[in-house]
Nanobody
Framework: QVQLVESGGGLVQAGGSLRLSCAASGRTFSAYAMGWFRQPPGKEREFVAAISWSGQNTRYADSVKGRFTISRDDAKNTVYLQMNSLKPEDTAVYYC?????????????????WGQGTQVTVSS
């Protein structure tokens, strides 16, 4: 079993920054690729970013490329999402998830453990 707990969400003005954290417990955290997804109001869950088990490979959705950075600290069993230059369209519930396939992926169905989500609201 893997438990994931997100934190760091909140209300921020457009152009501001937030850093989300995802603390993992359970199985060996460093063995897994991890991802961040988001679900805007009334829309389906969508891929945001992913990081390989080694931390050397990352992947981003086009909508956040250049603004968001995913990273991990295996000593703290934590994955981060640094979000800069936030836009109102970034408003969503953000989820972290553990990959079930061993490498980074943008597919929702390729992640098997999910956190409860943290709300990010960007005002214009």
């Amino acid at each position: 079993q893997v438990q994931l707990v997100e934190s760091g969400g909140g209300l921020v003005q457009a152009g501001g920054s937030l850093r989300l954290s995802c603390a993992a417990s359970g199985r060996t955290f460093s063995a897994y690729a991890m991802g961040w997804f988001r679900q805007p109001p009334g829309k389906e869950r969508e891929f945001v970013a992913a990081i390989s088990w080694s931390g050397q490979n990352t992947r981003y959705a086009d909508s956040v490329k250049g603004r968001f950075t995913i990273s991990r600290d295996d000593a703290k069993n934590t994955v981060y999402l640094q979000m800069n230059s936030l836009k109102p369209e970034d408003t969503a519930v953000y989820y972290c998830a553990k990959s079930s396939i061993g490498w980074i992926s943008a597919g929702v169905n390729e992640y098997d453990y999910w956190g409860q989500g943290t709300q990010v609201t960007v005002s214009s």
